[in-house]
């Protein structure tokens, strides 16, 4: 499952934004426009923000030890993210997040990026990460800024689907990089 895997459903659902009056004005720019007073996500900015994520990914995971800290703190979508930090051996919190935390984790492992589900909610992780100088990145709806975000998955952040596609795509990339770094380790 990878960016070219990406079929019409998934694409419709990822493109319904919110109502007009809550549309970020930094969102526009992602936007293909209004439809019965809800935003429109352009399918191509999901395409190609999901194409920039998957490259840099493939970056990062050409590190010797790779760590990436995946983040939800959504109730109804943790478990999708648990599942997909375990499979790729990754580092995971999808719960009790308290002020400081990042800084502590960073501390004791060292974190190349942070995966956070969903941006709307989660602005006090961004900030943490934007002191270290942690690259993020996050699923963001037209009603989310995106400042904080390295890089920026536009895509409807309301849809539980949408979430477990897009951690297990994460997942999946990070899974077929370290069997690409095993493969050629034993050859």
Not at 91 to 110: C, E, Q, Y
């Amino acid at each position: 499952m990878g960016v070219k895997d990406i079929g019409k459903d998934f694409l419709y659902y990822a493109s319904l934004g919110h109502k007009v009056e809550s549309v970020d004005p930094k969102a526009y720019s992602a936007l293909l426009g209004f439809r019965k007073n809800v935003s429109l996500i352009s399918v191509e900015k999901v395409q190609e923000s999901l194409s920039l994520v998957n490259n840099f990914l493939k970056t990062v995971l050409k590190k010797e030890e790779p760590s990436i800290l995946f983040l939800n703190l959504n109730e109804d979508s943790s478990i999708s993210t648990k599942i997909a930090a375990l499979k790729s051996l990754q580092p995971f919190l999808v719960r009790n997040w308290s002020s400081g935390m990042l800084t502590n984790i960073v501390a004791k492992s060292k974190i190349d990026m942070i995966f956070v589900l969903s941006a709307k909610n989660h602005n006090f992780v961004l900030q943490e990460a934007k002191k270290l100088n942690i690259p993020v990145l996050s699923i963001i709806d037209s009603d989310t800024n995106s400042n904080l975000v390295t890089f920026p998955i536009w895509a409807n952040d309301d849809s539980l689907e949408l979430h477990h596609f897009i951690t297990s795509m994460i997942s999946l990339v990070m899974i077929e990089a370290q069997l690409m770094k095993y493969a050629v380790s034993c050859s």
